[in-house]
Nanobody
Framework: QVQLVESGGGSVQPGGSLRLSCAGS????????MGWYRQAPGKQRELVVT???????NYVDSVKGRFTISRNNAKNTVYLQMNSLQPEDTAVYYC???????????WGQGTQVIVSS
């Protein structure tokens, strides 16, 4: 059974940085497409970024140039480096894993990011 555990959330001031981590287990990590969604209070869950098993990435426009996703298959971990954080980045961030477009999605428990002065 796939398990994803996120860490690294917290509170920062605008302009600050955070790095989220998502550790996977119960899976052949390198074969999964990974990524991050976020859900702000009162809003729908939004896809933020994906990284394929081959390392290709795709970002939502609002985070391009500020967020960077990476993966370390030897550590079964995907990272999200978030720089120049803004209040609108405040949300619960969820890691996900999916083997293919039609495969079921596995989710982490979420980690809170608060950007406020």
């Amino acid at each position: 059974q796939v398990q994803l555990v996120e860490s690294g959330g917290g509170s920062v001031q605008p302009g600050g940085s955070l790095r989220l981590s998502c550790a996977g287990s119960g899976m052949i990590f390198s074969s999964y497409n990974m990524g991050w969604y976020r859900q702000a209070p009162g809003k729908q869950r939004e896809l933020v970024v994906t990284i394929t098993s081959g390392g290709n990435t795709n970002y939502v426009d609002s985070v391009k140039g500020r967020f960077t996703i990476s993966r370390n298959n030897a550590k079964n971990t995907v990272y999200l480096q978030m720089n120049s954080l803004q209040p609108e980045d405040t949300a619960v961030y969820y890691c996900y894993a999916r083997r293919s477009v039609l495969a079921p999605t596995s989710w982490g428990q979420g980690t809170q990011v608060i950007v406020s002065s």
